[in-house]
């Protein structure tokens, strides 16, 4: 490690800012947080994604390009503000990106070809020929990765890699599985992996939190192509006189390894011991809990080493959650969430009887099937546009909370984010459906960077310092009508399973 590498504790001003950097697959954003917590400059920039015909990549080049541009408005931002601003009082440089993915890089750390992101399931041959070649196959290695064997995993697509693109593949010297690391090796010149991002190789034994040769060798790869693998909170590095030149930070800032995005977002919540649940209302969504043990048993589970707590994130994926809201306001309100929230609230919990399987696109969790649709029962010529619109959010419900009952530990809290946490009539059918208070943060948007930021600072209250949040608590007249009806729900997906 470098002797004038400028950490926390030793800036001659104090640790007064975190770096922060989320990216992601659409969008890099940067934010700049000082030792309160609070967001002082930010800065964003799009991103390309290369599609055509089930391949899914990127040019980390662009990554790179567009990291530097937003480095440099971010700490012009800052500099505006403040005019005693000084790079030299940012304390480290923290990321957190997209897992899963296969970034191929030469000797000199430039790519050997775009990334295959997270999204591409383009080897699923290969991952059937690892299957055949590692002893146990499929059961042990989810006993040993604690995520089962696909072809969207990079090891099977390094395999492919080596199969299609021989004279590429020969150029590989480094091999990474997160887009920050991409950024941390062109900071730094060193290429390491979080524990928690590299849990989606494929190839690292989430127990031990090491890469696991015997299954590299099954594979054909060999293991010192992956990245050193360190906890979020390590010091991996510092920026590089080059790097310093190119992005404005100061040589010799301290570079942290970082976390994988879910673990972010679970870190962020606040979720970090059994019993903590964290459900996610995106387009998709998830629940995510940490628990001592990978969740092997659970359909469509991902599990991740966590690194900044004991034990292990488990994430269960929903396929249908603001993807129904956005359906069903379209459909009922015309397009206008306003005049749905007005729809919602004038229908009573229950939806007059309506009841929807909110199964628009498959789903993986608590069921996993990608061929089943959705539906409405119960209608009558009472129901009205506010009661399906009403009984469509209440599907959702019902499916998280027969996924949640699948998990062992009883809840001590649930917090809710995304987008469909807007929708406060969504919130209080949430509470209701669960039995339980659920927390839904107002800044949700901020919270990742200031988790990161707080790792940086070494201030494990940060986070709850900053948080703001509406606590939904369970009303018993709406427990009582769900309880009711909840049978009928569960009964809804085999009856209408075999339907296409």
Not at 3 to 17: F, K, L, P, Q, V
Not at 31 to 58: M, T, W
Not at 256 to 285: C, E, H, K, M, W
Not at 348 to 368: D, H, S
């Amino acid at each position: 490690m470098r002797n004038d590498m400028i950490t926390a504790d030793e800036s001659m001003h104090g640790a007064r800012y975190a770096a922060v950097f989320d990216s992601g697959t659409t969008a890099l954003k940067g934010a700049l947080v000082n030792d309160s917590g609070r967001i002082v400059a930010s800065a964003s920039g799009d991103l390309d994604l290369i599609v055509d015909d089930g391949v899914r990549e990127q040019d980390p080049h662009q990554w790179w390009r567009v990291m530097c541009e937003v480095a440099q408005a971010m700490l012009h931002n800052a500099a505006h503000d403040d005019p005693d601003f000084d790079t030299t009082r940012i304390a480290g440089i923290i990321f957190s990106g997209q897992m899963q993915d296969v970034i191929a890089l030469d000797t000199d750390l430039n790519p050997v070809r775009n990334a295959i992101l997270y999204s591409d399931g383009r080897a699923e041959i290969q991952a059937r020929a690892l299957a055949d070649a590692y002893a146990g196959g499929h059961e042990r290695f989810l006993d040993v990765v604690g995520n089962r064997l696909e072809g969207c995993l990079p090891l099977p697509k390094l395999m492919w890699m080596r199969d299609k693109e021989p004279d590429t593949f020969a150029q590989v010297a480094h091999v990474l599985i997160s887009s920050k690391d991409y950024l941390i090796a062109r900071l730094t010149g060193v290429c390491v992996g979080d524990v928690a991002a590299c849990s989606t190789a494929g190839a690292m034994n989430i127990h031990t939190e090491q890469w696991d040769e015997e299954l590299c060798t099954a594979a054909g790869i060999d293991v010192a192509l992956l990245p050193e693998l360190h906890k979020p909170q390590d010091v991996v590095g510092s920026v590089t006189a080059t790097a310093a030149a190119v992005t404005g930070f100061a040589a010799g800032t301290a570079i942290y390894a970082g976390i994988g995005d879910a673990g972010a977002t679970t870190f962020a919540s606040g979720v970090s011991r059994p019993g903590q649940y964290n459900i996610n209302l995106g387009t998709s969504g998830w629940i995510a809990t940490v628990s001592p043990e990978p969740f092997v048993n659970k359909p469509g589970a991902a599990n991740l080493a966590f690194g900044v707590a004991n034990g292990f994130v488990n994430a269960v994926p929903f396929l249908n959650a603001g993807d129904v809201h956005r359906w069903a306001t379209g459909l009922f309100a015309d397009g206008d969430y306003t005049r749905a929230h007005e729809l919602i609230t004038a229908s009573e919990p229950g939806a007059n009887g309506v009841l929807c399987l909110p199964y628009l696109v498959g789903e993986r969790f608590p069921v996993m099937n990608p061929t089943v649709r959705g539906a409405f029962v119960g209608l009558s010529p009472a129901a009205s546009c506010a009661d399906m619109l009403r009984a469509a959010l209440e599907g959702v419900a019902f499916s998280i909370r027969q996924g949640m009952e699948s998990f062992d530990e009883p809840p001590t809290s649930i917090s809710l984010i995304g987008g469909g946490a807007r929708e406060a009539a969504w919130c209080q059918i949430l509470a209701d459906m669960l039995h339980h208070s659920v927390e839904v943060f107002a800044n949700a948007d901020i919270l990742p960077a200031v988790a990161l930021a707080s790792l940086v600072f070494d201030r494990p209250d940060l986070v709850a310092a900053v948080r703001e949040s509406t606590v939904y608590q369970p009303e018993p007249s709406a427990m009582r009508a769900y309880d009711t009806l909840y049978p009928r729900f569960v009964a809804l997906y085999p009856s209408l399973a075999a339907l296409k």
